[in-house]
């Protein structure tokens, strides 16, 4: 990771609430069938915490590439990675450049978007971001005509969501199967890398022998958040006093 001199390195010194993982995320993954008849299109019939990021549309600033920033009532839609917001109507309308966006600042929850889709920051310590992200995938019915007679299971195709057309109505009625994935990456602002032992250590490598015997020693679970974040934290400390003895000499 890039140093920076220690009087400007960034510990984010995480709360004991928000070390204890929000309602929802304990499990790490998720499953449900949603049925759809004819009358409604798939992203109504998806439960809300499963179509969207945030709990609900919150008032955040979207900030662009450009530098340029915008504020609204907004969500991500897994569905599709897509910006939601709310206009003065009252309608829920997609913004329209958001392959452009940043970042976004929902009250104190940092989203980033990374290779066209978005991850929560849940710690940071300089350049480099613990984060999570959320990936939901569909396993949309084929359309044939022998579909009737046979089980959903036999006849589904897994696709990654983006690719469906969440918004088509089907004419009759479809089960279809979803999964949604809660997953940590490590970001250092150039790429994502799973947040897995090996990626501590080579972040981490000034004091890797003490990042080691700390996994040992609290037997970390790598798909746990609060494990992830109590390591991150952990790393975070005993890189700032590594380079602080390194500065007094």
Not at 19 to 31: E, F, I, N, W, Y
């Amino acid at each position: 990771m890039k140093r920076v001199k220690l009087y400007r390195i960034l510990l984010s010194v995480l709360s004991v609430a928000a070390l204890v993982p929000a309602a929802g995320l304990s499990a790490q993954d998720r499953r449900g069938t949603v049925e759809v008849d004819s009358r409604e299109d798939l992203l109504s019939a998806l439960p809300s915490d499963v179509v969207y990021m945030l709990p609900a549309f919150t008032d955040a600033t979207v900030v662009f590439a450009s530098g340029d920033s915008s504020k609204g009532r907004l969500n991500i839609c897994l569905v599709d990675n897509s910006v939601r917001f709310i206009n003065a109507a009252g309608d829920t309308l997609k913004l329209s450049n958001a392959e452009n966006v940043h970042s976004i600042m929902a009250g104190d929850t940092l989203l980033l978007q990374r290779n066209g889709a978005f991850i929560k920051r849940v710690g940071v310590y300089g350049d480099l971001s613990l984060c999570e992200r959320r990936e939901l995938t569909l396993s949309e019915p084929e359309d044939n005509a022998g579909y009737a007679g046979l089980p959903p299971t036999s006849t589904g195709k897994q696709v990654r969501v983006q690719s469906v057309d969440y918004s088509r109505t089907y004419g009759r009625v479809v089960e279809i199967p979803w999964r949604l994935r809660t997953v940590y990456v490590l970001d250092d602002g150039q790429k994502m890398t799973a947040a897995r032992k090996s990626a501590y250590l080579r972040y981490f490598g000034d004091v890797s022998a003490a990042v080691k015997a700390y996994i040992k020693e609290n037997k970390t679970d790598f798909t746990d958040r609060e494990d992830l974040v109590a390591l991150f934290q952990y790393c975070a400390e005993r890189d700032m006093e590594f380079h602080g003895e390194q500065a007094k000499r």
